[in-house]
């Protein structure tokens, strides 16, 4: 499939209401067993990351404990790049997503298929090394500072609930175009809150000195 019909793909799930995020895969090794198992974690919980930034703006994510409380992973799969075979699913076993201290630990058996076991070949030797997990957040909240010398915002989302776990996905490169499009989606969206958001509050503050101002003349007069 072309990049534009991946881009055009993506764009449409986005406006549904479905993010993409990056995460790492690493191969176990065990010679005395021909599991041929990967796994990683989806996400760490409490760890702010960069989401997305322009220039005087920075947008931070995190995700919280708590947030796959009652989320729906009835029957998430692994794939490659978001499309295409399924490598492994939790319905036949071969696939867990659980959330442990640390985040979204994710486990997948790749021996069960030809192109499942390349996959697991290309993880181990380090050609793959990322993965991508698509979501459904339900539930969020954000904080946003302004830095009063350099005027700089940043904005913070905390991730509070995800009621849907789609997919997670073995990528071919790093910032794949998912994951791109995803953080530019949401991130020019809140910047564009917080800059109409700044505007208000100008246009307020203004309005109040012209209105001290007139207070002072008539005083005055």
Same mark, same amino acid.
């Given at each position: 499939?072309?990049?534009?019909?991946?881009?055009?793909?993506?764009?449409?799930?986005?406006?549904?209401?479905?993010?993409?995020?990056?995460?790492?895969?690493?191969?176990?090794?065990?010679?005395?067993?021909?599991?041929?198992?990967?796994?990683?974690?989806?996400?760490?919980?409490?760890?702010?990351?960069?989401?997305?930034?322009?220039?005087?703006?920075?947008?931070?994510?995190?995700?919280?404990?708590?947030?796959?409380?009652?989320?729906?992973?009835?029957?998430?799969?692994?794939?490659?790049?978001?499309?295409?075979?399924?490598?492994?699913?939790?319905?036949?076993?071969?696939?867990?997503?659980?959330?442990?201290?640390?985040?979204?630990?994710?486990?997948?058996?790749?021996?069960?298929?030809?192109?499942? /076991? #390349?996959?697991?070949? +290309?993880?181990?030797?380090?050609?793959?090394?990322?993965?991508?997990?698509?979501? %459904?957040? !339900? *539930?969020?909240?954000?904080?946003?500072?302004?830095?009063?010398?350099?005027?700089?915002?940043?904005?913070?989302?905390?991730?509070?609930?995800?009621?849907?776990?789609?997919?997670?996905?073995?990528?071919?490169?790093?910032?794949?175009?998912?994951?791109?499009?995803?953080?530019?989606?949401?991130?020019?969206?809140?910047?564009?809150?917080?800059?109409?958001? /700044? #505007?208000?509050?100008? +246009?307020?503050?203004?309005?109040?000195?012209?209105?001290?101002?007139?207070?002072? %003349?008539? !005083? *005055?007069?």
């Amino acid at each position: 499939m072309p990049n534009e019909e991946i881009s055009a793909l993506l764009e449409v799930k986005l406006t549904q209401g479905r993010e993409f995020r990056d995460m790492e895969i690493r191969a176990l090794v065990d010679e005395s067993q021909d599991e041929q198992v990967v796994e990683g974690y989806a996400t760490t919980f409490n760890q702010p990351y960069l989401l997305w930034e322009e220039e005087g703006y920075h947008v931070y994510e995190q995700v919280d404990a708590r947030a796959f409380d009652g989320c729906d992973m009835g029957d998430v799969i692994m794939q490659y790049d978001h499309e295409g075979r399924v490598f492994a699913r939790i319905s036949n076993g071969t696939l867990t997503v659980t959330p442990d201290e640390n985040g979204l630990k994710v486990r997948a058996l790749l021996g069960g298929t030809e192109l499942g /076991r #390349q996959l697991y070949q +290309e993880i181990r030797g380090g050609y793959t090394n990322k993965m991508s997990f698509a979501f %459904i957040v !339900a *539930e969020d909240n954000r904080e946003i500072e302004e830095n009063k010398e350099t005027k700089e915002v940043t904005i913070t989302r905390t991730i509070t609930r995800i009621s849907k776990l789609y997919d997670v996905s073995a990528v071919s490169i790093p910032a794949n175009p998912a994951t791109t499009i995803a953080a530019r989606t949401y991130g020019e969206g809140v910047i564009a809150e917080a800059k109409a958001e /700044r #505007q208000r509050a100008a +246009e307020e503050t203004e309005a109040k000195l012209k209105a001290l101002a007139r207070i002072r %003349i008539l !005083a *005055e007069s």
